[in-house]
């Protein structure tokens, strides 16, 4: 057998769809749970919080502060009133709560506010897509 050969299996094609996902503040507390579970954040002590634009950083539609040895973190998603109509990107706050809670599960390794930064959240995001795809696609079957 090649060790390299794919195995014989059949996996469905997931791909994260864009797709308004607007969500009560409740809602994102019982999926931040979830995906705690998911992610292995069980241990820690999170909130979630629907923040307006000027109770968050600039440009951004999650924020998220932790402290790792006492594994607390505040995780603040933006009000849906505050989302530019005009984005091509539809605000799915879902997707927005797994980025964010990928920070906290990769804090150890935060490159800070060096050059590559945004390659970090980039593969952040990119890992947040293909959960929530993932899940979302599971629930259809």
Same mark, same amino acid.
């Given at each position: 057998? +090649? #060790?390299?050969? @794919?195995?014989?299996?059949? &996996? ?12 009560? @503040?409740?809602? !994102?507390?019982?999926?931040? %749970? ?12 999170? #909130?979630?919080?629907?923040? %307006? ?11 998220? +502060? ?7 973190? &505040? #995780?603040?998603?933006?009000?849906? +009133?505050?989302?530019?109509? $005009? ?6 706050? @879902? !997707?927005? &709560?797994?980025? @964010? ?12 506010? +060096? ?8 593969? !952040?995001?990119? =890992?947040?897509?293909? !959960?929530?795809?993932?899940?979302? $696609?599971?629930?259809? =079957?």
């Amino acid at each position: 057998m +090649n #060790i390299f050969q @794919e195995p014989d299996i059949e &996996l469905p094609e997931v791909r994260y769809t864009l797709q308004e996902t607007i969500l009560t @503040e409740q809602k !994102l507390r019982d999926l931040c %749970r979830w995906w705690q579970g998911v992610l292995g954040l069980s241990d820690w002590y999170i #909130i979630v919080k629907i923040k %307006r634009f000027y109770d968050m950083p600039h440009d951004t539609q999650g924020a998220c +502060n932790w402290t790792f040895s006492r594994r607390e973190a &505040l #995780i603040k998603i933006l009000d849906p +009133n505050d989302y530019d109509p $005009n984005c091509i990107v539809p605000q799915d706050m @879902e !997707l927005t &709560l797994v980025h @964010e809670l990928l920070h906290i599960r990769h804090a150890p390794y935060e490159p800070g506010e +060096n050059a590559n930064g945004w390659l970090h959240d980039q593969a !952040l995001e990119d =890992t947040a897509r293909a !959960l929530v795809a993932f899940k979302r $696609n599971c629930q259809k =079957t």
